[in-house]
């Protein structure tokens, strides 16, 4: 355990305006309140902040810092308070303090709730100021490196599966990729031993079998460069365990076909240095294709630059080479801590300078709750990127796999909000196209348009989901009201009762509402019913009498009661998946007769007044709702189903939907259902407007020869 004096000299050598006295109490404080607690191994509690502060003297951070990380445990696991932090120390400490104890009060606990809510309140603190998370780092590392000792392996797999889901990307996402590397390792050795046992035991036979390869290597690479006049400083580092087995998992290639385990690397003095030992290199050893990155011109979020380049190099070697200058390898090392107060002497604390941070944020704002959150951010932080351009030239960096709907929110949410189509380089293109790295994208919005549900399939990072999901969220929540409201109404009518606002509310707490609007939504949903609260507001109301088991209700009456009745609900212009939606067994069109069936958490299915699946609730006639079009709505395209039985010869697919396009249908799907030597048979989705419109596209099609036959589809 490292002594008082020895702990502020470590701090003085690097920072000697440091505040000696105020890390000497610090130190007498945290050791007196913690006493004679123990950690699992036994040791003195009061070892871990030591050990916590002394991580954080390798990073050399300032003296606030060290002092925090002393002071980390002592609000949660002492008797000591807030106000005696801040007493003693000032309001700056007290404060760093506060945002580290908040974060581990609900550390560690099963409830998958707790654990995103914890990692969002680490959200709001490193967003005040970033040594909160440098602080929560370090203690997770000390953490880590004493995990052998909880005896319950579940507890060490749950601390490992957090480590490696949420703070190892949070380093990475700081730029601090030696604690990053080092967390991956601690936790993949919790979590799959027998894998990383495995990887261990290749790299020991590796190295036995290479005895002197690396030092050989790293002495031609510096004559090479060197020989051009280039000073350079050369070293090889050897990959972890973790990231030598994920790039297998992922390449889904064997331990011999990786041809970086060993990187190698070249620290120059300047930028120019820097690309002319890439020319060195490239003009000596042959180049790998595709190895080669440039991240001094287009550094990477966290503020990473390197130029990557794989070689053919000495002793015939596929090695990685990464070249940079000493302060590009201090911020490669260290990340924000590289960039501390001392040496710059501007202020680096305010967490919200990160770009990503404020896309946390903003997706914390509008995630519908603490596990949704985590599910986004989980997103937002794990995956490989691709660097895109606006067309001004700015760089936009989105994970490996992002469509243009995820470069306009990362651009603003404003314009993924309105966003309707993408240029990528140029070329008009579908808005779920992957973007690749390099591609220019240009967004096209409209002010009148407004997220599609669909988005949520294809885009990739959290923020775009968030947002999507948000919407969708609001507007099923406003479609559910207003039907709500509706299926009220009409219960009220049937009974002859005025159905007022006041009534409503005076019944909220039969149904645990906050609000009419509340409940409306539940009555939208399907989860009340409109005689529910009709009973709940006249109580001497009975409810309606249960018919005895094996009673039959004509469906033919039902049908005829449920529809063109002239009290019904009309349907608006509908969003897929929204309180009020098609049934896919009868495609119902404008000009149908159609009934509604509510369904339990889904709002309304619309089916056709001869659609087979009502059989299914001819007993239920609580859940059937007279509906009718809204003549008033904007067209829109519906989708009509047809089954067709088409000639086998040649051209005749192309007759059929010649016919359908020239009759302005868009073909939206078609599949095969039965084929034989003369005759295929098909079911064909297309976009229409209204029955008149398929019924003119049916009689088109009966009028070419190579249709056999054409109906439109039931079931």
């Not at 036995?208 to 031609?220: A, C, F, P, T």
């Not at 709907?405 to 314009?415: E, I, M, P, R, T």
């Not at 089916?607 to 067209?635: K, M, Q, Y």
């Not at 229409?688 to 249709?707: E, Q, T």
Request: aromatic share 6%; proline share 5%.
């Amino acid at each position: 355990m490292m002594r008082q004096y020895e702990l502020v000299e470590r701090v003085k050598s690097y920072d000697p305006g440091a505040d000696e006295a105020m890390l000497n109490r610090a130190y007498v404080f945290s050791m007196k309140a913690h006493g004679s607690q123990k950690r699992a191994s036994g040791d003195p509690y009061f070892a871990h902040p030591i050990e916590v502060a002394g991580i954080l003297t390798n990073m050399k951070l300032d003296g606030s810092s060290i002092v925090t990380a002393l002071l980390h445990d002592t609000v949660e696991d002492t008797t000591a308070t807030l106000e005696d932090i801040e007493k003693h120390f000032g309001s700056n400490i007290a404060r760093l303090v506060d945002g580290v104890t908040k974060l581990s009060r609900l550390e560690l606990q099963s409830d998958g709730t707790r654990q995103a809510e914890n990692f969002r309140k680490l959200l709001l603190a490193m967003s005040e100021d970033i040594r909160v998370l440098l602080v929560k780092l370090a203690d997770r590392v000390h953490n880590m490196r004493t995990l052998h000792f909880i005896p319950d392996p579940h507890k060490r797999r749950r601390i490992a599966l957090e480590t490696m889901e949420i703070y190892a990307p949070l380093a990475e996402r700081i730029g601090m990729n030696d604690m990053k590397d080092e967390l991956e390792d601690l936790a993949f050795a919790q979590i799959n031993p027998d894998a990383r046992s495995s990887v261990m035991a290749r790299l020991d036979f590796l190295r036995n079998q290479g005895s002197g390869l690396v030092q050989r290597i790293i002495e031609e690479l510096r004559k090479t460069v060197e020989g051009d006049g280039v000073k350079a400083w050369v070293s090889g580092r050897e990959k972890t365990a973790f990231s030598i087995w994920r790039k297998m998992q992922r390449k889904n290639v064997s331990f011999e076909q990786l041809s970086d385990i060993m990187a190698f690397r070249v620290v120059v003095e300047s930028v120019e240095d820097c690309y002319r030992a890439l020319g060195v290199i490239h003009g000596r050893y042959p180049m790998v294709p595709g190895r080669f990155k440039d991240y001094i011109s287009t550094p990477k979020p966290n503020g990473y630059q390197s130029l990557h380049t794989g070689v053919l190099g000495p002793e015939r070697q596929r090695i990685e080479i990464q070249i940079r200058t000493r302060e590009m390898h201090d911020i490669a090392e260290l990340g924000v801590a590289a960039h501390w107060t001392y040496k710059r002497g501007g202020s680096p604390t305010d967490g919200k300078q990160y770009r990503w941070l404020r896309e946390l944020l903003d997706i914390l704002e509008h995630a519908a709750g603490p596990e949704e959150f985590l599910e986004h951010t989980k997103l937002e932080m794990f995956q490989d990127q691709v660097f895109c351009f606006t067309p001004k030239g700015e760089v936009v960096a989105l994970p490996r796999g992002a469509c243009p709907v995820d470069f306009a929110y990362a651009v603003h949410s404003q314009v993924g909000d309105t966003c309707v189509g993408s240029k990528i380089n140029g070329r008009l293109m579908p808005l779920r196209t992957q973007l690749s790295n390099g591609d220019q994208v240009e967004i096209i919005t409209s002010k009148t348009s407004s997220p599609s549900p669909t988005w949520e399939q294809f885009v990739v990072t959290g923020k775009a989901k968030s947002r999507v999901r948000r919407f969708v969220r609001l507007k099923k929540r406003a479609e559910f009201i207003d039907l709500g409201r509706a299926i009220l109404q009409k219960a009220f009518r049937q009974e002859g009762h005025p159905f007022t606002e006041k009534a409503i509310a005076g019944v909220l707490r039969n149904f645990k509402c906050d609000s009419t609007d509340d409940l409306y939504a539940m009555a939208g949903e399907g989860l009340v019913t409109g005689r529910d609260v009709l009973v709940a507001v006249f109580p001497g109301l009975r409810q309606q009498p249960q018919k005895p088991p094996g009673t039959v209700v004509p469906l033919a009456r039902a049908r005829q009661n449920k529809a063109g009745s002239g009290t019904s609900i009309p349907i608006r212009g509908l969003i897929p998946g929204m309180a009020v939606h098609y049934a896919r067994c009868c495609h119902p069109l404008p000009g149908d007769r159609i009934v509604g069936i509510v369904t339990t958490g889904k709002g309304v299915a619309i089916h056709t007044i001869d659609c087979d699946t009502l059989e299914n609730f001819a007993e239920s006639p609580e859940r059937w709702l007279d509906v009718g079009w809204d003549v008033t709505d904007e067209a829109q395209e519906l989708v009509g189903r047809l089954n067709v039985v088409i000639a086998n010869e040649p051209g005749s697919l192309g007759s059929l939907t010649t016919v359908i396009g020239k009759n302005l249908g868009n073909i939206t799907n078609l599949k095969i259902t039965n084929r034989s030597v003369e005759f295929f048979e098909m079911l064909i989705d297309v976009e229409v407007k209204d029955v008149k419109h398929l019924s003119n596209i049916i009689a088109a099609l009966r009028a070419n020869p190579v249709i056999n036959s054409v109906e439109r589809a039931r079931g």
